[in-house]
């Protein structure tokens, strides 16, 4: 037999092949953007936690300092005298 070559029916898989490409590129790059949207809201939601966190540590260690040198002692006691 020989080989009788028919350049439409090249042509035709070339162009299945190509569409097959552009389908599968289209499905990545919205994988892409799903995936980045969702490592974007991960990233907002870490950052407003860090920042609460650092905000309540401050006040933490602010409550703490000015427990300590509160003016008000309770009556009946004052730092340095434990009378009972």
Avoid: M, W
Wanted: net charge negative.
């Amino acid at each position: 037999g020989t080989f009788v070559f028919q350049p439409n029916v090249v042509q035709k898989a070339d162009d299945d092949i190509d569409g097959l490409i552009s389908d599968l590129e289209n499905k990545y790059h919205e994988q892409v953007s799903r995936k980045t949207s969702v490592l974007d809201k991960l990233l907002k939601t870490t950052t407003e936690a860090k920042a609460l966190q650092e905000k309540e540590s401050k006040q933490d260690s602010v409550d703490k300092h000015t427990s300590c040198y509160r003016p008000n002692a309770p009556e009946g006691k004052s730092a340095g005298n434990e009378s009972g």
